[in-house]
């Protein structure tokens, strides 16, 4: 029982395709690439096309069991309640940085399931705080031990996706420095103080994804579908690239030939090759799927 209090180890860290060692958690960070260390990043789809209502509204009890039993293979622990207690402990100050793009925002029941979650597992109500674009003077995200990085995947004029990677923008005091050859060097935030080392666990929603868009503020139900999935990982590149595939896939499918991303996602690859951040390649990735795999795409 013991076990369930302690933090991600190193091993547990490197088995599920971490960037960070556990020294990374005490504020030591260990810019390694799983690849560097010839180990493969863990990743978890999970799907369940009952997630979503016959008006398209999120089904609470069934995002919650996604999430954990997400958590719990990626992890391999018996349930999410314990997966949880390797994520985080008591001590932690948690900020959970969330996503709040009008048309496609990080669903608020998904944050609540989250932010139960981490209740659950004993950190404080009063130590975890969900935010976007006020992270820089959040007192939570300023003083935090520990970041849960959360947001939907959808196409982006300056990035060619808008992914976890990317989600940590806000953090960065000038955003348009990032924004140079297709926001490439987005890699970089990942270094900065209040993120360095911070990251427990990457989720990338993959319910109604965006796979094309023309402008930057475009957005069409035209081009969004109800894929009804998660991606968990620790390793932000491997969750990132594994969504990029299947928003290619869709694209593909969708426009009835070879379809590239624009402009193209240039910082995944960099994020690996560049920042040693986790592994981009699919030879890199071990992918673990969950639930429906009709038109799963990948």
């Not at 091993?11 to 504020?27: H, I, P, S, T, W």
């Not at 009890?61 to 954990?68: A, P, T």
Request: positive net charge.
């Amino acid at each position: 029982m013991a076990e369930e209090k302690k933090v991600i180890t190193r091993r547990d860290f490197l088995k599920a395709g971490a960037c960070v060692a556990a020294g990374g958690l005490m504020g030591i960070p260990v810019l390694r690439s799983p690849a560097d260390a010839g180990e493969q990043s863990r990743v978890v789809l999970v799907r369940k096309m009952d997630v979503l209502g016959s008006n398209g509204s999120i089904r609470s009890d069934v995002l919650q069991g996604m999430l954990d039993s997400g958590l719990s293979a990626l992890l391999e622990t018996p349930d999410g309640a314990s997966a949880w207690k390797r994520i985080v402990s008591p001590e932690d100050v948690v900020g959970i940085k969330s996503n709040v793009w009008h048309s496609l925002p990080t669903p608020p029941s998904l944050e609540s399931a989250i932010r139960k979650s981490i209740m659950n597992a004993g950190v404080k109500e009063s130590n975890i705080s969900v935010d976007d674009r006020g992270v820089l003077n959040n007192p939570i995200f300023r003083n935090g031990t520990a970041l849960i990085n959360v947001r939907p995947m959808r196409a982006h004029h300056w990035s060619g996706l808008g992914t976890l990677l990317k989600n940590y923008i806000m953090f960065a005091p000038r955003p348009s420095d990032y924004h140079d050859n297709a926001c490439e060097n987005l890699g970089a935030l990942w270094q900065l103080p209040q993120i360095r080392g911070k990251t427990r666990l990457n989720i990338l929603v993959m319910l109604t994804p965006l796979f094309h868009g023309t402008g930057p503020h475009h957005f069409s139900k035209e081009h969004i579908w109800n894929y009804c999935g998660l991606i968990l990982s620790i390793d932000p590149v491997a969750a990132d690239a594994t969504g990029s595939r299947i928003i290619q896939a869709k694209r593909n499918l969708f426009f009835k030939s070879p379809r590239p991303i624009s402009p193209p996602i240039l910082h995944i690859a960099a994020a690996d090759t560049k920042f040693g951040l986790g592994n981009s390649r699919p030879e890199g990735i071990r992918l673990i799927k969950l639930g429906e795999d009709r038109d799963i795409l990948i």
